[in-house]
């Protein structure tokens, strides 16, 4: 992950970060445990802001807000893309992988539908009812 995250930071792609020195990797990633950049900081900054914007225009105490009302659950999001990721890929390999009858079945699960089975150029294709 540093080295994407280093990638984004330098204007790199994935392989010119690879390709970098060692020496020099490790200099960022001491840099980095220094003074890390990225959405860390970005939140933090943001949660900040809405935090001093919402508590100036606020008279009573208890409605007060701090920074970590503010923070998104990025570990709850970056959980919830990499299963969705996951999903995906299965779902491409199981349509890979289906006979027909089972293609019509997926394609009409994913419409929310009926297939009805459409003859193109003399090629049968399973599509969605309209």
Do not use: C
């Amino acid at each position: 992950m540093f080295n994407l995250r280093l990638g984004l930071a330098l204007g790199k792609s994935l392989s010119e970060v690879r390709s970098m020195p060692a020496d020099e990797v490790d200099l960022w990633k001491t840099f980095y445990r220094l003074e890390p950049w990225g959405w860390h900081d970005r939140e933090y900054r943001t949660a900040a802001i809405l935090a001093q914007v919402w508590n100036v225009h606020v008279n009573e105490r208890h409605l007060v807000r701090r920074e970590r009302d503010y923070y998104r659950d990025i570990y709850g999001l970056y959980t919830k893309a990499i299963s969705e990721r996951e999903t995906d890929s299965t779902m491409r390999q199981k349509l890979i992988d289906a006979n027909l009858e089972e293609r019509k079945q997926m394609i009409a699960q994913a419409f929310g539908t009926m297939v009805k089975e459409v003859n193109i150029g003399g090629v049968s294709s399973p599509q969605p009812l309209q």
